[in-house]
């Protein structure tokens, strides 16, 4: 694949998610082919990708319904011609119409009648087999988007500025503001110009093969046994950030076709929204990492520096500070990646929205310790750590 990185990355926009080059770097120095690799906030399955292409087997773990869809879309093998062959069936039998008695006002907003009654069929028809999942993993990428420039638009919705759902008194007031239409999109051809699109440089590879769990990273070894994994020999992941990413009301839109409420998804999400909720979440991580890290595993965490209270924090190193003899893992190094802000996708908040994130990540590498050392912190929660630890 060289360093050019693979269509599926591009399936869908994910707040958050990292550049595929820091995750290939990390499983290239610290996995080996056929390692078995965890991502317990796998998002969108960047991760998940570039280890399967660099092939190691892996796990992805996240909460938020839509990474699941996102990471099983990107991950499940599948080839183009039989996703096109489904894609052909399901237009072929698409009665003309669907019933919208269910659909939110809200949505109306964003599409053509035609169009909005073709989506509706469609997120009605898709199950589970591997042909659906990349389907609607592709068309959660072309529900809302900005037209080309010279006219005509890859997306199906009217033309928005960016692809994350703003508020619907926002959408309706710039749609009157901009006088704006909603385009007579036809789904199954935008869907289909999609899919060739994703598969230009080819499908994912068959083997390894790739597991996605719904689920919180704070309980790893009763979530894993669900699949029969007791053990991994890598974790590479990016943790949520400190402060509120409203990953639900940002994908409110998306959450609807999936079925899902965007407040309950926020909802099961909180909780790293102040340092000290932050680090106590942290520290349950790392013991529920621990406890599913073979001896010698090493784990790399993308933490980004924050601004707090006006100051400069580098995070990664704050966190370390606070687990480090309370969970069973070693300090290898901190790592610096000064990401062009190009590729973070909390450039779209601007300066005032995207609250504490700065451009600067850093890579905590830690490694499980080879003998269990008995603490008698261990074991209890991350905030009675803290307080034993304060003590
Ligand atoms: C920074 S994003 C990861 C993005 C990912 N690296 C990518 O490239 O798409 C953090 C992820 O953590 C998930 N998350 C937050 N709290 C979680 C928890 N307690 N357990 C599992 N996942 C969680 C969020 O849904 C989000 O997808």
């Not at 080996?32 to 991760?47: A, N, Q």
């Not at 599948?78 to 019933?99: F, I, K, M, N, Q």
């Not at 008194?169 to 503001?177: D, S, T």
């Not at 965490?301 to 924090?313: A, K, P, S």
Request: hydrophobic share 40%.
């Amino acid at each position: 694949m060289g360093e050019k990185k693979h269509a599926f990355h591009s399936m869908c926009s994910y707040l958050g998610c990292f550049p595929p080059r820091v995750p290939r770097q990390a499983l290239q120095a610290l996995t080996r082919r056929g390692d078995l690799v965890l991502d317990p906030f796998c998002g969108s399955g960047t991760s998940l990708v570039e280890a399967l292409l660099l092939e190691r087997p892996c796990v992805g773990v996240d909460l938020n319904p839509l990474a699941v869809t996102l990471a099983r879309a990107k991950t499940q093998p599948v080839e183009a011609r039989d996703v096109l062959t489904r894609l052909r069936e399901l237009a072929s039998e698409y009665p003309g119409g669907a019933d919208m008695e269910s659909v939110p006002e809200a949505v109306h907003t964003f599409f053509h009648p035609r169009t909005l009654a073709q989506l509706v069929y469609v997120k009605e028809q898709l199950g589970d087999s591997p042909e659906d999942l990349f389907l609607r993993g592709a068309l959660l990428g072309i529900m809302h988007g900005k037209f080309r420039k010279g006219g005509g638009t890859a997306y199906l919705s009217i033309d928005m500025p960016n692809t994350f759902s703003m508020s619907v008194g926002y959408v309706q007031k710039f749609v009157r503001k901009h006088g704006l239409k909603q385009p007579p999109v036809d789904v199954f051809h935008q869907l289909r110009e999609r899919v060739v699109w994703l598969f230009r440089g080819g499908p994912i590879p068959e083997s390894p093969r790739a597991t996605i769990l719904q689920g919180n990273a704070t309980s790893l070894p009763v979530l894993l046994e669900t699949a029969r994994i007791s053990q991994v020999d890598a974790v590479v992941t990016s943790p949520p950030y400190l402060g509120v990413l409203r990953y639900g009301a940002f994908n409110w839109l998306r959450l609807w076709f999936l079925g899902f409420e965007p407040i309950a998804v926020d909802r099961a999400l909180d909780g790293t929204d102040s340092l000290d909720r932050y680090l106590s979440f942290m520290t349950s991580f790392l013991l529920s990492a621990g406890q599913v890290v073979k001896p010698s595993g090493a784990v790399a965490l993308v933490i980004g520096d924050v601004v707090e209270y006006g100051n400069h924090l580098p995070l990664a190193e704050r966190v370390w500070e606070e687990v480090s003899g309370v969970v069973p893992f070693d300090l290898v190094r901190i790592d610096q990646d000064n990401f062009d802000e190009k590729s973070k996708t909390t450039r779209i908040w601007g300066e005032e929205k995207k609250g504490r994130a700065t451009p600067l990540d850093r890579v905590l590498i830690l490694r499980r310790r080879a003998q269990r050392k008995v603490s008698s912190r261990l074991g209890s929660t991350g905030a009675d750590s803290r307080k034993a630890k304060a003590g």
